[in-house]
Nanobody, 119 residues
């Protein structure tokens, strides 16, 4: 297992911004795809965004389009999620996920970081 460690969550007012980071702890991780998911209390896990090698093509869930931006630093095995214009409905635990080097299946998951947006 490769531990993924998320950081950057916290409490922010509606309209504010946060940047989440996710890094592989203790080793270099080569993944075809890295992504972010979120889960709010009482709701199913929801896809937020992903970024895929080698072109760094991105994909966004409907809730993230136009407000969130995903990026990655391959040298640091780190993926970021820049979140702007945050809304109370963005409140959730955000999870980072990554695939192996030759697959697009998410097999590595972080423990999650809480994002709370106050109105």
């Amino acid at each position: 297992q490769v531990p993924l460690v998320e950081s950057g969550g916290g409490l922010v007012q509606a309209g504010g911004s946060l940047r989440l980071s996710c890094a592989a702890s203790g080793r270099t991780l080569i993944s075809v795809v890295m992504g972010w998911f979120r889960q709010a209390p009482g709701k199913e896990r929801e896809f937020v965004a992903s970024i895929r090698r080698p072109s760094d093509s991105t994909l966004y869930g409907d809730s993230a389009k136009g407000r969130f931006t995903i990026s990655r630093d391959n040298a640091k095995s780190t993926v970021y999620l820049h979140m702007n214009s945050l809304k109370p409905e963005d409140t959730a635990v955000y999870y980072c996920a990554a695939s192996r080097a030759f697959s697009t299946e998410y097999v590595y998951w972080g423990q999650g970081t809480q994002v709370t947006v106050s109105s």
